[in-house]
């Protein structure tokens, strides 16, 4: 069996709240109880994504989770490693797994970043697989567009094919999930019009690359999994010198949200629930970690990483207002 790598993978776009914490501390006591490794990834993918790098680094060790190094280095960043991912693109184009695309859609102004339930666009259609011979085609045709429309233009997308059989996996919390990618997602975007990596694709390269065994996220990302295995496939069929020999999928935990008052999922919008803003309030790191522990089953007055264990963890969303944290 192998070790159990887990991550912290947080995107320093924006601060982190309070249901960010709570499933980064998941997977941070999800790997330290079973005696592994975890990492620190940045996602930062997005043009000026590092903008709260800072505030974000502080926020992780203030609330007292650390991580291992990987490759003498004390954290990665995907905006670092864009060399290898265009690269593994090129072959994947040379293989016909992916393929131009000149559509303005919803889902390539998100695919930089993970998306969430209320994000998700219509299933993509199909309207550029097999429509142009080459990127260069499809480049000649967005540009005679854009002229005739008078407005700049806006680049070229990359596709990934997506199979036609459903998609199975079993999530440790959700049980057996099975995903029909034709009507979920359609063909998925890998690299964005503006030349930029997709989110869906980075992950699973990084994933792969640093040996990750152990996914812990939102349960709003359960369905793009289907996605991301199916990226796992075509990199697997390419079987890159670029990437170590694979060693099998990650076992994947989505867990259930943390809410605000509106009863939504927290969000950048939730200034008033970002730690640093808590901090400001004087909030103490132990009192937010108190109920951090209390919200996912855990005893406060015992050793956390030995008492973790998935069956305590409740299976419905938890809601979450600073006024709680005056109960400690």
């Known amino acids: 069996m192998l070790p159990v790598v887990g991550r912290l993978a947080p995107s320093p776009t924006g601060l982190l709240h309070v249901g960010n914490a709570r499933s980064l501390l998941l997977a941070w006591l999800a790997a330290r109880h079973a005696g592994g490794k975890i990492y620190l990834r940045i996602e930062d993918l997005l043009p000026d994504g590092d903008q709260h790098l800072p505030a974000l680094l502080a926020d992780l060790r203030w609330l007292g989770l650390d991580w291992d190094a990987w490759q003498d280095h004390d954290f990665v960043r995907q905006s670092a490693r864009s060399p290898l991912y265009d690269a593994l693109l090129t072959a994947l184009q040379a293989r016909g797994e992916v393929y131009p695309c000149v559509c303005t859609r919803k889902d390539i102004d998100l695919a930089a970043r993970a998306p969430h339930a209320e994000d998700k666009a219509a299933a993509y259609p199909g309207t550029c697989r097999d429509r142009f011979a080459s990127e260069a085609d499809a480049l000649a045709f967005e540009r005679a567009r854009a002229q005739a429309e008078q407005r700049p233009p ?106 605000g008052d509106d009863g939504r999922r927290l969000a950048k919008r939730n200034q008033s629930l970002h730690i640093g803003a808590l901090r400001r309030q004087g909030i103490a790191a132990w ?42």
């Open 154 to 259: 806006l680049g070229v997308a990359l596709r990934l094919r997506v199979p036609t059989a459903p998609v199975r996996f079993s999530d440790v919390l959700h049980g057996p999930q099975v995903i029909s990618l034709p009507e979920d997602s359609g063909d998925i975007v890998v690299r964005r019009k503006d030349g930029g990596v997709a989110y869906m694709f980075a992950v699973v390269v990084d994933d792969w690359a640093m040996g990750v065994t152990q996914v812990v996220r939102g349960d709003d990302l359960l369905e793009v999994t289907g996605q991301q295995l199916a990226v796992y496939a075509a990199l697997q069929r390419l079987d890159s010198p670029l990437l170590p020999p694979f060693a099998g999928l990650p076992h994947y935990a989505h867990v259930p949200l943390v809410l």
């Open 287 to 328: 009192q937010l970690r108190q109920w951090l522990a209390q919200s996912i089953g855990l005893e406060t007055d015992r050793d956390w990483v030995a008492q973790f264990s998935w069956q305590r963890l409740p299976r419905a969303p938890v809601q979450f207002t600073a006024f709680e944290l005056n109960l400690f």
